[in-house]
Each structure stands twice: as C-alpha cells, then as structure tokens.
C-alpha cells in the first residue's frame, strides 16, 4: 500500500499526522503535510486509512495491495 | 422572474440565522435542509445562495476559481461584498479573509511561520501557566466562570502575545471584542461597545506605529515589513488584518471551551472518561467538540463567474453563504451528527473552513482549548454547572457563543501567582526568550523556572 499528499489540496488542517504521527510529517513553516515514507510500513494501514477517512480537503489517496 | 431564473432557483428557503429560532430550530432545520435543498436560495438579505449539504460545502469551499472572498470596501474593483450576510455597516476589509489570491496568499504566506504546528508548540508551557494561574484566583473559593474568568482570559492573552501587543493590555481587547459580538445591534449598550471599541482601536493603531518605529517580534512586525503583491499595504489595510487576528483568536476558541465544558459538566460519566483516557481520545474529543459546536458557523462568498457546482448553476455576482455548522451535521457524512461521540472516526468536520481560506490560527486553537480543557479536568473534576446562570448568545449567525457559564467545586489548594503576576512573569519569559519570533528565526519551546 502506498501513500499520497496532493501538495495542491492540502491547506494543513493537521489531523492526518494526529491519527498516523509516524506516518505524516508537518511542515514546521505552513503545517502542509507530506508521508514519512511513501510505502506504508506493515501494521500502519489501518491508520492510513482513517487518515484518509479524516482529511477535510479529501487531498490524501492511497494504492496498491490494501494488505 | 424568467423561467430560466425560476428553474435555477426552485429549491427555495426562507433562511435567516440571525433570528434566536433559527438557534432553537437548528437542528430541525438543518435536517430539513440536507433533505429537502442542501443548496437552497433564500430571499433574506437581498437574496443569497445557502449551502448546507457536506458534499455541496465542500465542493464550494474548494472552488476559489468561481468563488470570491473580495470585500471592496471602496468600490475599485467589483463592488464584491466580503464575507458577511448581509453586509455590515463596516467600511472595514477583514483582512486577507476578505481579499483574494494573490494578496490573500502573501499574507498567509507572511503568518504561517508564527502559526504554524511547530511555532505554537513552543507556547504550550506559556498557555499552561496563564491556565494556572486563572484557575488559582478561584480555585480556594470553589466557584468560577468559566467564560469570564478562564476562556475569555487566554484565548486573548496569548492572541496578544503573538502578535507582539503587551499581554496585560488584554482587558482593553477582551470585552469590546466579546461584546461586539453578542450585543444585538438595536441594543441600548451598543453605545457603550462602540466607546470600548474605539478605545481598542486606538490602541491597536498605537501598537502598529511602535513596532514600526522599534520593531519588536511578533504578528505585527510580519505585517509591517510585509510586502503584499508588490506593495507596503497601508496602515488602514494592517489594522483590518490585525482585528482579523483579533476576532479570530479571542471569542471562536472561548465558545468551544465553555460549550464543551458544559457539555462535559451534564456528562459526568464522559468526562470522567475523558480525563482518565486522555492519552488516546483528547484529539478526537475536541475535533468531536468543534464539530458539533462549530464556532464560527460559516462564511460568505460572491460568485466570481458564472458556474455550475455541484449540481447547481450559479450567476455571476450572487452570494453565497457556506455553512460550515450545518455541513457538519450532514448524516452521509457523520453517523448520528446529533449525537457527541468523543471517540468518533473519520471526523472530517468543516469547522475551519475549507480551501486556502481555512483558519490559519487552528493550531492555536486547538492547543489553548486541549489546556484550558484538560487543566479543568485535573483541578476542578467535579464542576457542577449552573443551568440557571449559563447565558448563551441569543443568535448564533455570526458566533456561536456563550457570556457566561458559572460553576461550583470542590475548593482546592492555589499552586502559584494570580493572573497579573503571572502576566508580567510571562512577558519576561516572551520577552528574553524571544517567543514571538517566527519559527524561521526561534525553535526552542519555552522554558518556564518557576
């Protein structure tokens, strides 16, 4: 499963690094969010998803193998 | 009305939020809305465009191509109205809220680094000392306000300590902006609102000179040395953008607390539940609480060029108001959007806005409610409301806010210094650790030796 932050939807609202900290990181000057890693490590997907569920600008997508 | 017209606007509703029914009604209404017209026209205030509906709002919000924030206070563009149904008798831009890319995008881009998550990190230990000491004044008594003697207090004296305003001058800003807000415009005391007003005004204009003349860190040093699309924006054009800073920072974060605190004081079973799992359900608790309280209930707009947005054609010129409380009642979106669940999932609420108009002070937000919130819980854990002294804004058109909400507890013991004393230990700390700055310039959190 691989993780994705479209820089143009994102406007920082923060609750994706909230539910998955080891999976998003801020940015210390505006708050955008980008993934640690673009491959979601075993046992993070659950996360990812709700992160994904939760984004307010819906600016957060997923691919590949769920598993 | 040419049929054309008619068939546009066939989905009609009389929608006034600045009547008390539509408070007492809210959630009948809104249910009504999402139903029948989640975007409906309504022929109150000249006539507007009303979008209720979470997939409606949300595809709005995110369309800054069509859509225009503009305030032309002064007519030298498109005569655009701003973000206020109906129109205020301000001549006064609220700041880059009512302004447009690229200027809008300057000014954020001039904050962000005093907002941002890392830069409001580095107050925590400030805020949790000015909640202290607020709680200390009553803590031996037994009884507080939590508006008057907690949430108004922090909210405001923070929001002044960021923007490089002397923390103590936090009294001249509190009530007028408060006031400004729950005060009937047709009311005897506004009056006496408007004198405080311009008491606060003037004190804000000499603010700006001073930092202008002896720079000193902080919001308002960004926005002297800002330059906006090329140009030094006026001093009438900052002082707009520092009374944005102002009403967003002071009266939104003091109506979430005092409504969760006394949603909490009639759930004791849920507080208790909340202060003892803290760890993993403080964030979805307070994203719980801004959803269903939604603060600042939503926002308008004008349509910048003819359009058709989600299944809704559009004229140039036509306003439109997004209401960010009732999309966060939406059932396709939030299970049981009547019922608080503090441990709620996929809680994509609305109550920052959306887009590149999304508040830009939501991480001060959050961390001034999570320690004025979780403070309580430790020190006052049996509050008791009082039902008969809570006073709640008549209409929730523009905030939806509380004036007063008295409680009882159990006395305890003071840990510290009164609220002034710990101003001026606060300032210093500010002032030699260099607090203000942009995170650009200073990342260390502050440290407090007490």
Redesign the interface.
């Known amino acids: 499963m691989k993780v994705h932050v479209d820089p143009e ?1 994102c ?5 994706c ?3 998955a900290p080891e999976m998003f990181e ?6 955008h969010s980008s993934p640690v890693t673009e491959q979601v490590p075993a046992g993070q997907e659950a996360r990812v998803a ?1 992160a994904v ?6 600016a957060i997508s997923v691919s590949g193998d769920p598993a | 009305m040419s049929a054309e017209e008619a068939d546009r606007k066939k989905n009609l509703y009389h929608f006034d939020r600045h009547t008390p029914e539509y408070r007492h009604q809210f959630e009948a209404i809104t249910a009504e809305m999402h139903a029948r017209c989640p975007i409906a026209w309504s022929d109150t205030y000249g006539g507007h465009w009303v979008a209720a509906g979470a997939r409606e709002v949300f595809e709005l919000a995110r369309s800054a191509e069509y859509l225009s924030n503009d305030h032309d206070v002064n007519n030298e563009r498109r005569g655009y109205k701003g973000i206020t149904i109906p129109t205020p008798q301000s001549m006064f831009q609220s700041g880059f809220l009512e302004m447009d890319p690229p200027e809008q995008r300057h000014y954020r881009q001039a904050l962000n680094p005093y907002l941002s998550p890392a830069a409001v990190a580095r107050w925590t230990p400030v805020v949790a000392e000015l909640v202290r000491a607020c709680l200390d004044e009553k803590i031996e008594t037994g009884r507080i306000d939590f508006v008057d003697d907690l949430a108004n207090v922090v909210p405001a004296v923070l929001t002044l300590a960021l923007m490089g305003i002397p923390m103590k001058h936090w009294t001249i800003y509190c009530e007028p902006i408060h006031a400004a807000v729950y005060t009937p415009p047709d009311s005897p005391d506004m009056a006496q609102v408007r004198d405080r007003q311009i008491e606060m005004y003037r004190d804000m204009f000499a603010q700006l000179k001073a930092i202008k003349e002896n720079p000193r860190p902080g919001l308002i040093d960004a926005l002297a040395r800002a330059v906006i699309n090329g140009r030094t924006p006026p001093d009438l054009e900052l002082l707009g953008v520092m009374t944005l800073i102002i009403g967003g920072g002071f009266d939104t974060t003091t109506a979430l607390t005092a409504h969760a605190l006394e949603w909490l004081g009639e759930h004791p079973d849920q507080r208790e539940r909340l202060s003892r799992e803290r760890e993993t359900l403080l964030d979805s608790a307070t994203e719980e609480f801004l959803r269903f309280y939604t603060p600042a209930p939503g926002d308008g707009r004008t349509i910048a060029a003819d359009c058709e947005i989600a299944g809704q054609r559009f004229k140039e010129g036509e306003r439109l108001w997004l209401s960010w409380a009732m999309a966060n009642r939406d059932p396709s979106v939030f299970p049981g959007p009547n019922e608080i669940d503090l441990a709620r999932t996929g809680n994509r609420h609305h109550s920052f806005g959306l887009g590149i108009h999304r508040c830009i002070g939501s991480n001060v937000a959050r961390m001034v409610f999570k320690q004025m919130a979780t403070a309580v819980l430790d020190r006052m854990p049996d509050y008791r409301c009082d039902p008969a002294g809570a006073v709640h804004y008549q209409t929730i058109g523009v905030i939806q806010g509380m004036r007063h909400l008295p409680a009882t507890f159990t006395p305890g013991a003071r840990l510290g210094a009164g609220l002034d004393e710990t101003i001026e230990a606060m300032r210093r700390v500010c002032d030699e650790q260099w607090l203000a700055e942009p995170v650009t310039v200073r990342t260390a959190t502050a440290e407090i030796v007490r």
């Open positions: 939807r406007q920082g609202h923060t609750l690094a909230m539910i801020l940015d210390d000057i505006d708050g709700e569920r939760s984004c307010p600008e819906q």
